[in-house]
């Protein structure tokens, strides 16, 4: 059996306040000690959060009333050869569009898995530009993605689509889901893994049943 050589994390961590898309109401991220090794003899905590905070999958259900739920999307969907778009250095608040996508044509395989570095991954943070000034997909570079094959598309700003427009923020989601692919929001990609080497991406979600997202924990397999 052939094991991997090197594993990279590709997750960012979750801890209380962490950063999440900024909704209108919003409901910070909590993680509290609930039993402590001192008195109850173990460590234990409670988390409350967002199915869509910290490095997470997208599931259909989250933008269509009879999409599939996180835990009836196939596990072999989380899993491919992984295809990386090095898009840092483009204007904050913009959108990657297709002609952009498709420098990725000579590497570009069916059943690949898409990952758009932005460089937001490294701006993590409270602030108004990490949360809403993050490089985002286009409508018609998700189309042009879909029509590749791809499985599915990974970015490391907080959201696949424009913050605060629906017409920036539902058309990546929809074109994506609605055609069966995957999302994975909130990556960070470490530098050395832009050298074009072939890696498995592996994102395999938590079991949640009946959500529009999970959370996951997202690796590069190098072999």
Known sequence: ??????????????FTNCPQYPDKNPRPAQVRLFY???VQGVNKEIVELSTHT??????????????????????????????????????PGSAIEREEVERLSKRLASGDIVLLN?????????????????????????????GRGVKGVGIDAVSLGGYNDPGKAGPPHRTMLGNGKFIVE??????????????LFVAAPVKLLGTSGAWTRAMLWEF
């Open 54 to 91: 910290g490095t997470h999958c997208d599931a259909p259900y989250h933008f269509f009333a009879d999409g599939a739920t996180i835990d009836q999307v196939p596990l072999e969907n989380y899993i491919g050869r992984a295809t990386m778009l090095d898009l840092r250095g483009k204007k």
């Open 186 to 199: 909130e990556l960070y990609f470490p530098d050395e893994v832009m050298d074009e080497k072939e890696r």
């Open 118 to 146: 932005t460089g937001w991954g490294h701006k993590r943070a409270n602030t108004k530009e990490f949360l809403t000034e993050y490089v985002y997909l286009s409508g018609e570079a998700a189309q042009y993605l879909v």
């Open 1 to 14: 059996m052939m094991l991997p050589t090197r594993i990279y994390d590709l997750s960012q961590p979750v």
């Open 36 to 38: 402590m090794l001192a």
